[in-house]
């Protein structure tokens, strides 16, 4: 489990995140959502172990942060980013296996291939496996990347949880490929029973595919919890100053959120 | 209404069952083989050329001797020819992992040592070594010799990859056009100073400066040999521990730490060897430009970016490289000798213009 406690950030004598607390479980997708600014992204950095923080702790499997070393760190939690710019062309098979860096020195070139494209296959690209990954459009690059993650935390035999981290993945990427990214986010919660922490734009995507949802406000949390106790009128107008329309949704067994602007009147 | 579902999934299957596809065209291991076949080729071909031809049999003859007789072809050969071929192997070799190194930490392929003012930096202080020696710096120098030279142009080098490198790199990317113009600005300030020294110098050290700022491999002998062997050898190592995280440092810095790279760790280890083979090869051969540009490029594009055979492999076709360049720098105009500086730049600039058309438009090279 991450176990995240009180946490505070503050860069450059700015407080970017206040007095944060959450947890992530094994098995369940927790969406982050706020507007712009509210803190979303160093919220995950410093889960991550990026940025590193001014208070409170952050926990994982009960250990904290700061004593995992970064190679054991790495075995436990993966982190697919918004944008990943290769600095040099590489085939989609070997960007796969750079996931493997964590386990390195214990297995050789065959078996992290073999890996690779078993995790080629999660993501429906094993075709590509042999294509220069410049070549794929960037819905497709994504997946590979989300690949790359599930090949990282690949190790059947090692006991204690395991945690993806999703900082906006369909962010500048069309409706059908938000929807596979997110879809798959989900099976892999499910499947392999990792605790996946994503970051979102849109309600209706955190609406429809996580089971809990944590509603962020400069720096600090509106609301936590699940998407009918999250999604409210009073909420989102909180952190987005937006009045909306909340209704079931007409296909899923979820809520759908409509937003009527700032300046809506709340006949509804 | 109808959702069309997307197939998201195949079912999936564990790794062990998965096939295993192998690739391309030309391996990484294919090409170290056929490299070092071209490199002994090179290097016995390289020791037979040259004013005075040496052949075959009267190199195994020299080979042969157990008393170790003087004479002129075993002085040509073991003395002059071996030492200079080896020091074209080790000094190619040298600054092409370099640059490997170097382009993989500034995760860009223009990041070539000399464009980016590292040799300059290690040639102003190699310089200044000889300018000073006679005065200031004598008791240092007559104490060390050589390595005095070769001290100095490694701590000149190391401070101008640190100096680029903090200009360039902010906000957790290396902006490739500071990068450059950086470069440039190292240049031209070593350049000038360069000038300011001739001034101050006597005749000797003047024929030196020019020697360094052509570039030249004349200056071979065995205890050069010394010097350089070791730390390029030094260099080969510790740069080949660290090319699994250099090809993380593909992702970036922040997803390279992501995946457990110490990444100020790798990023010291590239800096600093980077600097102690340049330069040290810089202070025993002057400016040669554009091997440690060309080399990656080319390799890059044959086996691809993985940093494990790059790096080998270059090591190998720098090698060949300069050995070849070295060959035709001393027989096109025997008995003279062309500066071999001139010649990679003849080679090298024109290939560099190239890439720069290659990247218009290209976002990936930062341009």
Redesign the interface.
């Known amino acids: 489990m991450i176990e995240v406690h009180q946490l505070s950030v503050r860069i450059a004598k700015k407080q970017i995140l206040k007095n944060i607390s959450l947890e992530v479980n094994p098995g369940e997708v927790v969406a982050v959502i706020g507007a712009n600014g509210a803190g979303k992204s160093t919220l995950l950095k410093a889960i ?1 172990g ?1 940025t590193s923080f001014s208070g409170g702790e952050v926990f994982y499997n009960s250990q904290p942060l700061r004593q995992w070393k ?6 436990k939690r ?2 697919l ?1 918004q944008h ?8 989609v ?2 960007v796969v296996m ?2 493997r ?2 386990f ?1 020195h214990q297995e050789n070139e ?1 078996q992290r ?3 690779a ?2 995790a080629l ?4 690209l ?1 075709d590509f ?2 294509r220069e990954i ?1 070549t794929l459009s960037g819905g497709e690059q994504q997946r590979v990347h989300f690949a790359r993650v599930l090949c ?1 935390l ?1 190790s059947p035999d090692e006991s204690g949880d395991k945690f993806m981290l999703l900082d906006e993945p369909t962010a500048s990427q069309d409706l ?1 490929q938000q ?2 990214l997110l ?2 986010a989900k ?1 892999v919660a499910r ?1 392999l029973n990792y605790g996946v922490l994503i970051i979102l734009h849109d309600m209706n995507q955190a609406a429809r595919f996580a089971d809990r949802i944590i509603m962020m406000k400069q720096g600090r949390i509106v609301a936590s919890g699940s998407p009918g106790q999250v999604l409210t009128r009073q909420h989102i107008f909180q952190a987005f100053q937006v009045n909306c329309l909340i209704q079931d949704h ?2 899923f067994d979820c809520l759908h959120v409509t937003a009527l602007g700032a300046t809506a009147t709340t006949k509804y | ?1 109808e ?1 069309a579902e ?5 079912k ?5 069952q ?4 192998k ?1 391309a065209l030309l391996s990484g291991k294919t090409v170290t083989w056929l490299l070092t076949a071209i490199l002994l080729l090179a290097a016995l071909f390289s020791i037979s050329t040259g004013a005075y031809k040496l052949s075959f049999d009267q190199m195994l003859e020299v080979f042969a001797q157990t008393d170790q007789e003087a004479s002129p072809i075993r002085y040509l050969l073991l003395d002059i020819r071996l030492p200079r071929v080896l020091l074209a192997v080790v000094v190619g070799a040298g600054l092409s992992i370099s640059g490997v190194a170097i382009q ?1 930490l500034f ?3 223009l990041a070539d040592p000399t464009l980016i003012g590292i040799t300059s930096g290690g040639m102003l202080f190699a310089i200044g070594g000889i300018v000073f020696s006679g005065s200031v710096l004598a008791g240092v120098s007559s104490f060390l010799g050589y390595t005095t030279i070769a001290l100095f142009s490694f701590i000149g080098s190391l401070l101008t990859t640190l100096l680029i490198f903090r200009m360039a790199t902010f906000g957790g990317r290396t902006h490739v056009t500071t990068m450059l113009l950086a470069g440039i600005a190292v240049t031209a300030l070593a350049g000038a100073i360069t000038g300011l020294m001739t001034y101050f110098s006597t005749e000797d050290q003047l024929r030196d400066i020019t020697f360094w700022t052509l570039g030249s491999l004349s200056s071979a002998n065995w205890k050069v040999l010394l010097i350089v062997s070791p730390a390029v050898a030094l260099t080969f190592l510790m740069l080949m521990r660290i090319t ?2 250099l ?6 810095e ?2 390279a ?6 990444v100020q760790r790798t990023k010291w280890i590239v800096i600093i060897f980077s600097a102690l083979a340049v330069g040290i090869c810089v202070s025993v051969t002057g400016i040669i430009s554009f091997v440690a540009l060309i080399v990656p490029h080319i390799l ?1 594009l044959l086996t ?3 940093h494990r055979f790059l790096m080998i492999n270059s090591a190998l076709l720098g090698a060949i490289l300069l050995l070849i360049a070295d060959t035709a720098a001393r027989t096109l105009i025997a008995p003279a000798e062309l500066p071999i500086g001139v010649l990679t730049a003849l080679l090298g600039a024109p290939f560099f213009i190239w890439m720069l058309m290659q990247a218009r438009g290209n976002s ?1 090279l930062g341009i």
């Open positions: 991550s990026q970064s190679k054991e760190l790495a075995r993966a982190i980013s990943i710019n290769l600095s040099f062309s590489l085939k098979i070997d750079l996931g860096f964590p390195f065959t291939r073999m890996i494209q078993w296959e999660k993501v429906a094993a496996a042999q410049h990282q690949h059908s929807y596979r879809t798959l099976e499947e007409p296909v | 209404m959702i997307p197939p998201i999934k195949e999936s299957k564990s790794p062990s998965s096939v295993v596809s690739d993989g995760r860009n392929p699994p995280a090809d993380l440092f593909m992702l970036g922040s997803e730490s992501y995946l457990g790279v110490n890059r691809g970016a993985r990936k």
